[in-house]
C-alpha cells in the first residue's frame, strides 16, 4: 500500500469495491463518499485522515472491534462515528451496510481546538443534524447537476464539515425545549422511522417509544421537528424511494409496495409534490 493512499483508496482496497459515490474539494481538503457493503468482516488498516460516518440506511447490526472483541452496542440507521487517522479498526457487518463518509484532510485540523475530539474512535452516538445535512448531500448528488447545484452540494459539505469540527454538544444543548422529551428519545423514533420507512408506524407505536401518550407525543414531535408524524414518515419514504429509483432496477410498482404506499399513483402524486417531478422522470434524470 502506497504512502500517500487517500481514506478512500484504502477503504476501497479494504472492502474490495469502490465508493458508490465520491465528490471532494478541489483543494483536496474534504472528501465526501457513499460505501454499500454486505455482510462480513472487514479490517480497515490506519486512514492518514480522521473520518466522519454517517449510517443512512441498512441493517441495524453493524459493530465495531474493541480490544476484548466486539462492541455491545451496534450502529444503526441514524447513527455517526468519529473514526480517528493513524488507528486500524475491525467492522462486523451483518446484513447490508449503507454508510457516508467525510474525510478531513488532517493539515487542515492544525490549531483547531476541535480537533481532539479526532484522537479517539467515538461510536455509534446519536446525531441527528449529521444525518438529516447528509441525507440532503445526498439528495442533490443524485439530482440532475448544474452550476448552482454544485454549489449548493458545496455549501452543503461546508456545514456538516462546520458541524463535524464543533464537536459534541453539551447535554443542555442537545434538550428539546420540552421537559419530558429528550433528544435521544426523538432519535429512537426518528430511527425506527428511517430504517424501516416502509412499515406501519401508528402513532400509538411512535407514542410508546417516546414514552408519551399519542397526543402529547404528536404535539411535542411538531414543535422538536417541524414536521408532524406523518409527515416525517412519507417524508422517510419518498427519500428512500429516490434512492431506490437511482440505485435499484426495481420497478414503480415494487418501489410503491416496498414503501408501503397504497397503489403507484399514489406514490407518483406523493413524489410529482416532493420533487416536482414524477418517480419515472426522476430516474431518467438521474440516470442520463
Request: aromatic share 8%; hydrophobic share 40%; net charge neutral.
Amino acid at each position: 500500500m502506497g504512502e500517500s493512499w487517500t481514506n478512500e483508496q484504502i477503504i476501497a482496497d479494504a472492502l474490495g469495491r469502490g465508493a458508490d459515490v465520491q465528490i471532494g474539494a478541489r483543494d483536496n481538503s474534504w472528501r465526501l463518499s457513499r460505501w454499500r457493503q454486505f455482510v462480513g468482516t472487514y479490517e480497515l488498516p490506519a486512514l492518514p485522515d480522521p473520518t466522519f460516518v454517517v449510517h443512512i440506511a441498512g441493517k441495524p447490526q453493524v459493530r465495531t472491534r474493541l480490544q476484548d472483541g466486539w462492541s455491545e452496542t451496534s450502529s444503526i440507521p441514524g447513527c455517526a462515528t468519529i473514526l480517528p487517522s493513524g488507528r486500524p479498526s475491525g467492522w462486523l457487518v451483518d446484513g447490508e451496510l449503507d454508510v457516508v463518509t467525510l474525510s478531513i484532510a488532517s493539515r487542515d485540523l492544525q490549531g483547531v481546538p476541535a480537533a481532539d475530539q479526532f484522537r479517539a474512535l467515538r461510536f455509534a452516538f446519536s446525531d441527528p443534524l449529521g444525518v438529516a445535512l447528509t441525507r440532503q448531500i445526498l439528495a442533490e448528488i443524485y439530482a440532475p447537476q448544474d452550476d448552482a447545484r454544485k454549489v449548493y452540494v458545496s455549501t452543503l459539505v461546508d456545514a456538516l464539515t462546520a458541524h463535524m469540527l464543533r464537536g459534541p454538544l453539551a447535554a443542555n444543548d442537545t434538550a428539546i425545549p420540552t421537559s419530558e422529551f429528550s433528544a435521544h428519545r426523538l432519535h429512537g423514533v426518528m430511527n425506527t422511522v428511517l430504517a424501516q420507512p416502509g412499515d406501519d408506524h401508528p402513532i400509538e407505536a411512535l407514542a410508546a417509544i417516546a414514552g408519551l401518550t399519542p397526543s402529547h407525543f404528536c404535539r411535542v414531535f411538531k414543535r422538536a421537528t417541524n414536521l408532524t408524524p406523518h409527515q416525517f414518515v412519507m417524508k422517510a419514504r419518498l427519500e428512500r424511494a429516490q434512492d431506490l429509483l437511482v440505485t435499484t432496477d426495481l420497478t414503480i410498482a415494487q418501489i410503491s409496495d416496498q414503501l408501503g404506499f397504497a397503489s403507484q399513483s399514489h406514490l407518483t402524486r406523493a413524489f410529482r409534490t416532493f420533487t416536482g417531478v414524477t418517480p419515472a422522470a426522476w430516474r431518467q434524470q438521474s440516470l442520463g
